[in-house]
């Protein structure tokens, strides 16, 4: 189990390259991967995409690639030599025809545009893609390492919330055959105290009772949500991307114990509803953080 937040980071160098890799990852309904890099190497997007996308199946992916200023062997000085001769007989044109004092010399020249220039020595791009493919693997590697680091303490949460549920389905078990009893006592005493000097009819007492335990039969409610619960346990143990399994297994969950709040009218189970939904509710803020 993975959370969709964390940061990894690499620096690979070669002879001529060094390359410094980041990653930071928040959470995001699908994978979304945004990269910085310098712009020689836009024709190795999907390359970087496709790599990531071997380690990651979502979260928002933002990944910056700095290279370091390359040394001066990397960098040539480029000498526009036909364009220097046309600057040299234009101005000495111009000086002729203006009768202009001094002479064109290499200081004059130098200040024009364009005669030199420093151009980066161009670089074999799958030499490139060799060098930065090793780093985003190993930024990919440490990323995905936090990750399934506060992936496992999310899980621990969540394990111990689904304990602490367990405990609460089993209250209310317990409790569902107390409140048939209890109703029939309390209208047992009701009828008494209305009938004192008149005969009731036993039977009658007994259907309305039997009726309430109908009307109040939670039985298939607790073992779907005990199910539900149980699989979502084991969810946890699973490798792989389960944020969406375990979304729809709370969802299941929150509907049962609905169910079972809208058919008791007992303090007690009503409490222990509540008690529930707000374990299913910090559970919920918890799993759209996990992958």
Request: net charge negative; charged share 30%; proline share 2%.
């Amino acid at each position: 189990m993975q959370s969709m937040t964390g940061y990894g980071r690499s620096e690979v160098e070669d002879e001529q390259l060094h390359f410094t890799i980041e990653m930071r990852s928040v959470n995001h309904r699908y994978l979304d991967i945004s990269l910085r890099y310098p712009r020689p190497y836009a024709p190795l997007e999907t390359r970087m995409k496709q790599l990531m996308g071997s380690y990651f199946t979502r979260g928002r992916i933002e990944v910056t690639v700095a290279q370091q200023a390359m040394s001066a062997s990397d960098r040539a000085v480029m000498l526009d030599q036909a364009l220097a001769q046309q600057y040299h007989r234009a101005l000495n044109q111009l000086q002729e025809v203006l009768r202009l004092p001094g002479t064109v010399d290499l200081n004059m020249l130098l200040t024009l545009r364009e005669i030199l220039k420093i151009e980066d020595v161009e670089t074999d791009i799958e030499d490139v893609w060799k060098l930065m493919q090793a780093g985003f693997e190993q930024a990919s590697e440490a990323l995905q390492q936090m990750r399934l680091q506060e992936g496992a303490f999310l899980a621990d949460d969540l394990r111990s919330r689904l304990q602490l549920i367990g405990r609460h389905v089993e209250t209310i078990r317990q409790r569902v055959p107390l409140v048939v009893t209890a109703y029939r006592e309390r209208l047992e005493e009701r009828i008494a105290e209305l009938f004192q000097t008149h005969d009731f009819d036993p039977d009658r007492l007994h259907q309305e009772a039997i009726l309430l335990a109908e009307r109040t039969d939670v039985a298939e409610e607790l073992t779907r949500l005990e199910a539900h619960r149980r699989a979502m346990t084991a969810l946890l143990q699973a490798e792989g991307a389960i944020g969406r399994k375990i979304e729809f297994l709370l969802q299941e969950i929150n509907r049962e114990v609905n169910t079972i709040a809208s058919k008791s009218s007992d303090a007690t189970i009503s409490q222990v509803v509540v008690e529930i939904k707000s374990e299913l509710e910090r559970m919920r803020e918890q799993i759209q953080n996990v992958e």
